[in-house]
T-cell receptor
């Protein structure tokens, strides 16, 4: 149990376009989901906390208008990178916290390449 | 401010040798501490958390509040333990967002 999926696993897009990444908790409900960014050979950096039915909480330095987060249901959160630029190329990872418990389960990540 | 420090970027040991991955934290309240592991080409997965006091895959970690440390230990390393290990902290009862250390790459040589 406690499986988190991400779609797509890899996406290439042109500069200026928008890309949507989905994060789903497959077999549990997640009131809270988290979005991280991981640069090559570096640690995960939290971008935002996504709460079902409310606005996301962004970490300092993360542009909320650029990284749009929607958490419309207890099993789905989406991250949309708007007007993507090459510097947005990275590995984006989501995690989901099972409602009522503290443990987070991680998705496999989405590699975004902006050309 | 919450901060997690893993002083060793790389750690290499021989199979059967003891291994200790260091983690120190900075937090003013009562934190929850975790160790996550990421095997090659796999997702991040929870290895253990301090409140459960479990031993997973032979690994243990004790929270030392006096030294603000949560070092990960295993008495006899195995080749399959080779992976990236991340120490993480979250606030109890808060938003439970995780703050990660930079990670330690463990290589267990045959």
């Amino acid at each position: 149990g406690a499986v988190v999926s991400q779609h797509p696993s890899w996406v290439i897009c042109k500069s200026g376009t928008s890309v949507k990444i989905e994060c789903r908790s497959l077999d549990f409900q997640a009131t809270t989901m988290f979005w991280y960014r991981q640069f090559p050979k570096q640690s995960l950096m939290l971008m935002a906390t996504s709460n079902e039915g409310s606005k996301a909480t962004y970490e300092q330095g993360v542009e909320k208008d650029k990284f749009l987060i929607n958490h419309a249901s207890l099993t789905l959160s989406t991250l949309t990178v708007t007007s993507a630029h090459p510097e947005d190329s990275s590995f984006y990872i989501c995690s989901a916290r099972r409602t009522g418990l503290g443990e987070q389960y991680f998705g496999p990540g989405t590699r975004l390449t902006v050309t | 401010a919450q901060r997690v420090t893993q002083p060793e970027k790389l750690l290499s040991v021989f199979k059967g040798a003891p291994v200790e991955l260091k983690c120190n934290y900075s937090y003013s309240g009562s934190p929850e501490l975790f160790w996550y592991v990421q095997y090659s080409r796999q997702r991040l997965q929870l290895l253990l958390r301090h409140i459960s006091r479990e031993s997973i895959k032979g690994f243990t970690a004790d929270l030392n509040k006096g030294e603000t440390s949560f070092h990960l230990k295993k008495p006899f390393a195995q080749e399959e333990d080779s992976a990236m290990y991340y120490c993480a902290l979250s606030s109890q009862g808060g938003s439970e967002k995780l703050v990660f250390g930079k990670g330690t790459k463990l290589t267990v040589n045959p």
